[in-house]
């Protein structure tokens, strides 16, 4: 595994919001936290994401320990992905972040 972003804040959430930004990554570990999913897949989830930038927010991701990648070795290649102890540790906050969402949505609906 690459190694790990180099952190050169001490605030937490500045740590998390270093880790987790980006416009895609909080939707591929929504996704991702609903189980293993393969590359094409989550392509067509996420709609609009070009190959490269999923590809980079995964790299990422992976690099930072939050989710992990298998490799088959098949033909065709199948590859998965998943979400690490650590990423399963952000189900809650997912969660959390989406029912702030509906409740947003009712109020200014």
């Keep these: ?9 001490q605030c937490p959430m500045d740590v998390t ?11 591929i570990l929504w996704h991702l936290s609903k189980g ?7 392509q067509r989830l996420l ?3 070009t190959q490269k ?5 995964l ?3 992976e690099r930072d320990g939050i989710i992990y990648r298998k490799i088959y070795a098949e033909v065709p290649p199948k590859v998965e992905y998943g979400l690490t102890e650590l990423g399963e540790s952000m ?3 997912l969660k959390s972040m989406c029912d702030w969402g509906k409740n947003y949505q009712k109020i200014h609906s």
């Design 1 to 9: 595994m690459a190694k790990a972003k180099e952190i050169t804040t």
């Design 17 to 27: 919001i270093n880790i987790l930004s980006g416009k895609w990554k909080m939707s």
């Design 36 to 42: 293993v999913i393969r590359f094409n897949e989550l």
């Design 47 to 49: 709609n609009n994401i």
């Design 53 to 57: 930038t999923l590809t980079l927010q």
């Design 59 to 61: 790299r990422e991701l």
């Design 91 to 93: 189900k809650p906050i």
